[in-house]
């Protein structure tokens, strides 16, 4: 058995007992998913029915934009290819790629396409074949070079997946409350905690919180850390050149857990879905929440957002001190990968060459930007972007700081292996409910990275 299938079957069980804790193959081709110009001219011609599975994770309200984009390129796809229909499967993002996407890996049959994290997790789908490197199609479409960047999709040369858009993280915020107030936006982390106190002083929340899913309350701990121990920090633990337990790491998980006994964020936060973070604001029972820029669509829909419809601000997480540069996460992990025995189908092949074509493309980059709030992946010309976002005060605000922004970085998650992501969700939510110190934490995880790296 080879390695890959080995730490897919450990993984699923450590998802399985993790989410409860919480809360048939295509006719196999060629290896390299080429075809020659007589398969490729079948697959056009035939009219012969066939099916695509798609695997999305754009469930629930609040993404239905998204979902709808979804929709268009797929009916625009099936429109192109003769017999084509696409299934379209959804499932919440955590169940996909913690439960659904490891059974299915380990089994060796997932979806023809379907959504995933580019690394670490597609990376180690493909060291057992079940990924397909679609560069030789991004060379026919042309848009292999168009993209800011898919490093996170890339093993050995080879590029097994697409990421749809980017996101930064920061704080969306009451503007009413803060101008009724005269807040300004913080500069240092003081002002930022002189903030919260004012708001909790108030009777307010200072920080929307939901943590029932621990990559939630983690954006926060995540953003600290890179401001106590450094940006690049995050890049050494598979390397076992930095240490979780570090005391300046060790800082940024106090500092945490400094805001959760000061009662900065909603009580009862571990039992709540991430989908009532966003209530918490739109209430106004909080008065700042730490998210995605994806949260943007929800503040620029009126359905959604009711009486705080365009009444939202967002600032990024500052600095410790004045001058040391804006630090964030600027993420492109999240998109689409395939199946190599899709791939291997000559008429599978072309389908989802159409789909890449009919997805990956400025017009689609810039609606989403609009319609959803999501970073374009592709390359675009600022004047677009600007073009695009005119008059919606929010995602321009958004576009705007990026321009102060000094460092950047993935997401952990993207730079750690499972069970070390695992186990830091296990602890951090542990240090919520009060049963670990911040040291205990650092000790904890770094246990799990060190067996990790000696794993590898």
Partial sequence: ??????????????????????????????????????TEKKAETSSEPFELKLRHTQVGESKKNRFNILQDVVKTTE???????????GVESEVNRKEKLRAEMTNGDPPDIFDAFGSPDVKLYAENGLVADIAPILDELGIKDQFLSHTQWEKDGKIYGLPVGASIEGYFYNKEYFEKNKIEIPKTMAELDAIAEKVKKDGKIPFAIASKDAWVPL???NNLWTYYAGAEVTKGFAKGETKWNDPKMIEA??????????????????????????????NEEAIMMYDGSWATS???????????????????MPPLNAGDGYSIMFDSN??????????????KREAIKAFIKNLYNEEMQLRGLKEDGVIPSMK?????????????????????QMGEVKYTWPAFDALVQADVNTALSQQIQKMISGQATPQQVGDEVQKVQDEANAAQ
């Fill in 1 to 38: 058995m080879k390695k890959g299938l080995v730490l897919l079957t450990t993984l699923l069980f450590i998802a399985t007992t993790a989410l409860t804790g919480c809360g048939g193959g295509a006719k196999e081709g060629s290896s390299n998913g080429t075809t020659t110009p007589e």
């Fill in 334 to 347: 999240n998109g689409y990968a395939f199946s190599q025995k899709a791939i291997d189908d000559p008429k």
């Fill in 219 to 221: 954006m926060t701990t």
């Fill in 79 to 89: 429109g192109e290819i003769a017999g084509l229909s696409v299934k379209l499967d």
């Fill in 253 to 282: 998980f106090a500092k945490h857990d400094e805001w959760l006994k000061k009662g900065y964020f909603k009580q009862g936060e571990l039992g709540l879905e991430y989908a009532t973070q966003r209530n918490q604001i739109i």
């Fill in 298 to 316: 929800v503040f620029a829909d009126k359905a959604q957002s009711g009486k705080m419809f365009e009444k939202v601000g967002f600032f990024m």
């Fill in 380 to 400: 675009v010309e600022q004047a677009k972007l600007n073009e695009t976002a005119k008059g919606n005060e929010l995602l321009e605000a958004i576009l705007a």
